[in-house]
């Protein structure tokens, strides 16, 4: 290099200026170059120097000094794209901590029983007569949710192998849990068609624009309902698919907290029967969740409100959303980590499609489990009737607090009643301990809803009202996992497949005795009959 610049000089490159004046760079060129007579630039660029050609090695030159910028300018690049991750994490703390690493599954959901919509219907002309104004929060001031879960710790939610489940069946319980807890599907999206936009590598990042178009700029019309955290719309999306999205309540702190924690719990899971939150909306204070519509109301409307209308709940429809419902919560509690928690399990919040499938909504209250911990300890919160005596008294949550919660829901939907209803004398204010003293009675057939046209039989019904007794047992750990409650409701949607295995086993938990049991203290003087558990099926489900 130094010879080939001293050469430079020699042929009177003035514009040439030595490497030492110039640090880096190896030489610029002036215009004296078009100084030179062409005859002699072409003889000395022509001559060899180490049998290499002047102009070979001017190119050489040029292109190492290329290749030096550009490096330069790719080690830039990497700097750069590094300090931009590290500020995204920091502001992922503020917004919602969605981990990439979240799974989104799975295989079919093989044990649906995919009845026609017709089944679940006794069409009647009765309107709307009960005002299903029950809702009361215990502790819903929106005031800040003091627990111990850290507020902006990364999620990973990753499916459990069934394997690891505890098996407290043996391994034919196994191979069955296994194909309850199978779960997911392959649904059409609702995005087709949209740019795939997120930034917080989940779901679709609406604008505010979008949502205003979608939903006629949050007109009244489209007013779906009102929560304790928001109102919800219904919308259409550019490509036509139809939306509710929930317009947080403006305040900002509170916003944050409930988005961040739907976002946590379901942003990236995905189940047949949990609702599924498609994108959000961050813009300014406001924080809005799109999830899919789900058309055909809730179980709150459909036992007390507004789809009565409609007709009513069979029992076979009846059926069909609990054990949805009971397999999202078997899904959430035991094939997922780390667990959710749902705290708000209540029949508004159980959405139905248009094939009487159940969705679980209304995130906004769960939280997650990891897997040391057997509970966390958190302000009560959660809907009067509903929430699991030892949580309303110590605050200590696990997932046996779902189970109580869905146990009240099942006597729910099989009574027609609501959880607390102080229109009633005061031995029947309280649904379980109402229920309790009539299963303690033998009076357990009386307690079917009364608007059911065909009535269970009395086999699936006292089936249905053990599951629900086991549930609601005030010492949590002798409540069933839901994965359990799931194969029990199975076997009430499948009485005949039980029926074979009961006469090769010759036993069946689902006998008399265990409903004493389950019914505690409130039946020890009255005793259930045993023959009842063997009454004929006089009505066909
Ligand atoms: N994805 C959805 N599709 C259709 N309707 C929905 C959807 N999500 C919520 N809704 C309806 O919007 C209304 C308000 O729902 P939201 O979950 O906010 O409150 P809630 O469950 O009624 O009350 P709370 O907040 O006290 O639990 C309910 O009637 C619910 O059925």
């Known amino acids: 290099m130094v010879s080939l610049r001293k050469k430079l000089c020699l042929i009177g490159f003035d ?12 030489f610029l060129l002036t215009s004296n170059l078009q100084k030179m007579s062409s005859g002699s630039l072409n003889a000395e660029l022509s001559k060899k120097y180490g049998g290499i050609k002047l102009w070979v090695l001017i190119g050489i030159s040029v292109g190492a000094f290329i290749v030096l910028i550009l490096g330069i300018l790719s080690i830039w690049a990497m700097f750069r794209r590094k300090s931009r991750r590290t500020l995204d994490k920091n ?3 503020r917004i919602p901590n969605v981990s990439k690493e979240i799974r989104v599954d799975r295989v079919g959901d093989q044990s649906t029983n995919d009845h026609p919509e017709t089944l679940f219907l006794n069409i009647n002309d009765k ?5 299903s104004e029950k809702i009361v929060h215990l502790g819903r001031s929106r005031s800040s949710d003091v627990d111990n ?8 939610h990753h499916e459990r192998a069934c394997s690891s489940q ?15 807890l199978s779960y997911g599907l392959v649904m059409p999206s609702p995005l087709i068609g949209l740019p795939e936009i997120s930034h917080l590598g989940w779901g679709h990042w609406f604008t505010l624009r979008d949502l205003e178009n979608a939903t006629n700029r949050f007109s009244p019309e489209c007013v779906l309902g009102e929560g304790g955290y928001g109102v919800v719309y219904r919308g259409r999306l550019v490509n036509g698919s139809e939306v509710a999205v929930k317009k947080l309540l403006n305040n900002l702190g509170q916003a944050e907290r409930e988005f961040r924690v739907e976002v946590e719990a379901i942003g990236n899971v995905r189940h047949k029967n949990l609702v599924r939150l498609l994108g959000y909306c961050i813009e300014g204070i406001q924080r809005m969740l799109v999830y899919e519509y789900v058309n055909n109301g809730n179980l709150e409307q459909w036992l007390h409100g507004a789809m009565r209308q409609h007709g009513t709940l069979t029992w076979e429809a009846r059926i069909k959303v609990l054990l949805g419902t009971a397999r999202a919560l078997a899904y959430l509690h035991e094939a997922i980590e780390p667990k959710v928690v749902h705290r708000d399990i209540k029949s508004s919040n159980i959405l139905i499609d248009n094939e009487f499938n159940a969705k679980v909504s209304d995130f906004g209250l769960a939280k997650l489990l990891g897997s040391g911990e057997s509970h ?14 030892e949580y309303a008294n110590t605050g200590l949550l696990n997932e046996k607090s779902d189970v109580y919660s869905f146990g009240v829901l099942l006597l729910e939907a099989v009574t027609g009643r609501d959880p607390v209803d102080y229109s009633r004398p005061a031995n029947e204010v309280n649904l379980v301990e109402w229920l309790k003293m009539m299963v303690g009675n033998r009076r357990a057939e009386e307690v079917v809803d009364p608007n059911l046209e065909v009535k269970p039989t009395t086999r699936a019904l006292k089936r249905v009202l ?3 007794l086991k549930c609601v047992d005030p010492d949590a750990e002798k409540r069933p996992k839901m994965s359990q409650v799931v194969r029990m409701l199975e076997t009430d949607e499948f009485p005949y497949r039980e029926d074979r295995r009961s006469r090769r086993s010759r036993t069946t938990s689902m006998d008399v005795e265990s409903m004493k049991e389950s019914c505690g203290s409130a039946e020890t003087e009255n005793r259930v009959e045993p023959s009842e558990s063997h009454t004929s099926e006089t009505n066909n489900a």
Not at 166 to 180: D, I, L, W
Not at 376 to 388: E, H, L, N, S
Request: proline share 3%; aromatic share 4%.
């Open 376 to 389: 966390i300890t958190t302000r009560v919160m959660g809907t009067f009737g509903y929430v699991a005596p």
């Open 149 to 156: 879960v850290s507020q902006c710790s990364s999620i990973y």
């Open 127 to 131: 309107s709307s007569d009960k005002n």
């Open 166 to 180: 505890s098996g407290e069946e043996g391994s034919s319980g196994n191979a069955r849990k296994q194909s309850s």
């Open 466 to 468: 053990l599951v629900a």
């Open 15 to 26: 514009g040439l200026v030595p490497i030492e004046n110039l640090g880096t760079a190896e």
């Open 91 to 93: 502001s992922l703390c």
